[in-house]
């Protein structure tokens, strides 16, 4: 019965994750942590696997559409892949309180932009062309990718969180090509961030098998609704979600629970 709920717990993150192009972890590792009492440091390192088949599938959807910038998006992930590298080795060594409360906040800083820009759609649109881009945004980027590596390894969420606004407010991408190419970029950013938390053994396989194949399902069917989707409806949804996850891993690192 557990494999179940964590299948369709994948399911459901993999339908955000790819919708908003932030990977699912921040719907998985809550789950994990919250529904199904995994430690909070396995909940981070068994959600970055799962996010790789969030990449997976709602990448190869919007590779279809021809809505992933993929030149600029591995320029990135030079940078991406080392700050993953980084916060892997930082989530093990520090405690798993701290590991608790900063993805409260970044849950909490998530879900404020989402309420910031809460009437902004995910209209289709020309992306912006890479040539016509300025160096000092392009390489603005580069250095602030670093970031999105990090928080993408440190707390299992796949760096969309990061990436998302790098992508739409700096490089001025619409957010619908943002979004896609996040989901793309966040694949190979888990995958580096993955090997670490493998050679320390702390990914939990039993949880990690139902929630990949589950995350890989929704996520195909997460970037099918990206375009026919009320996304209102969906940004008010998630930011409840968010909120309510922010509260409780919150409390839950210092030993309190709100119910």
Do not use: W
């Not at 580069?142 to 970031?147: A, D, I, N, T, V």
């Amino acid at each position: 019965m557990e494999i179940l709920l964590i299948f369709l717990s994948g399911a459901v993150a993999g339908i955000f994750g790819a919708l908003v192009g932030l990977g699912g972890g921040v719907i998985m590792v809550p789950l994990l942590n919250l529904a199904f009492h995994i430690p909070i440091k396995i909940a981070v390192a068994t959600s970055l696997c799962a996010v790789c088949a969030t990449s997976i599938g709602g990448a190869a959807r919007y590779l279809g559409r021809d809505l992933v910038q993929i030149r600029l998006g591995l320029f990135l992930e030079t940078t991406t892949i080392v700050g993953a590298i980084a916060g892997g080795l930082l989530a093990i060594a520090i405690k798993p309180t701290i590991v608790s409360g900063a993805f409260a906040l970044v849950l909490l800083y998530t879900s404020t932009m989402m309420i910031l820009h809460f009437k902004q759609d995910y209209a289709a649109g020309e992306a912006s062309n890479p040539d016509e881009i300025t160096a000092l945004r392009q390489y603005g980027a580069l250095g602030l990718s670093s970031l999105a590596g990090m928080v993408s390894a440190f707390l299992g969420v796949g760096g969309g969180v990061v990436q998302v606004p790098i992508l739409h407010m700096i490089l001025k991408f619409p957010l619908k090509v943002a979004t896609a190419t996040s989901t793309f970029m966040i694949g190979i950013t888990a995958a580096a961030g993955s090997v670490i938390y493998y050679f320390k053994d702390m990914i939990d396989y039993r949880a990690a098998a139902p929630l990949i194949v589950g995350t890989l399902a929704g996520s195909h069917l997460g970037a099918r609704l990206a375009g026919k989707a009320d996304s209102r409806l969906i940004k008010l949804i998630f930011i409840i979600a968010l909120l309510y996850a922010a509260v409780q891993i919150g409390l839950k690192g210092l030993g309190l629970e709100l119910f």
